[in-house]
């Protein structure tokens, strides 16, 4: 079992910078890719950024690419997500989540745990 928890969210004007921490607990974290995705209101779930369980390889959404960096440290078991230069389009409730491979992924499908969210809102 892993349990995950998200923090850092909140309010944040345009073009400012949030970042978003995830907690884990369970022994298979630091053998899981990672990954963080979001939903706002009236739309699905979409893929935002993955890391490999080494932290070696990274994958991001082209909304996000060159905005954001996501990042882990296996000795804290905390995957995390730099997010700079956010806009309105970026306010959604985030969602870490832990993947049953090693490889980053954007397949909801390939993730069994997940975060219950923490709300980031951009202001214009």
């Known amino acids: 079992q892993v349990q995950l928890v998200e923090s850092g969210g909140g309010l944040v004007q345009t073009g400012g910078s949030l970042r978003l921490s995830c907690a884990a607990s369970?022994?298979?974290?630091?053998?899981?890719?990672m990954g963080w995705f979001r939903q706002a209101p009236g739309k699905e779930r979409e893929f935002v950024a993955a890391?490999?369980?080494?932290?070696?390889?990274?994958l991001y959404a082209d909304s996000v690419k060159g905005r954001f960096t996501i990042s882990r440290d296996n000795a804290k078991n905390t995957v995390y997500l730099q997010m700079n230069s956010l806009k309105p389009e970026d306010t959604a409730v985030y969602y870490c989540?832990?993947?049953?491979?090693?490889?980053?992924?954007?397949?909801?499908?390939?993730?069994?745990?997940w975060g219950q969210g923490t709300q980031v809102t951009v202001s214009s």
């Open positions: 989540a832990a993947a049953v491979v090693g490889f980053p992924t954007r397949t909801d499908f390939n993730y069994n745990y």
């Open positions: 890391i490999s369980w080494s932290g070696a390889s990274t």
């Open positions: 369970g022994r298979t974290f630091s053998s899981s890719s």
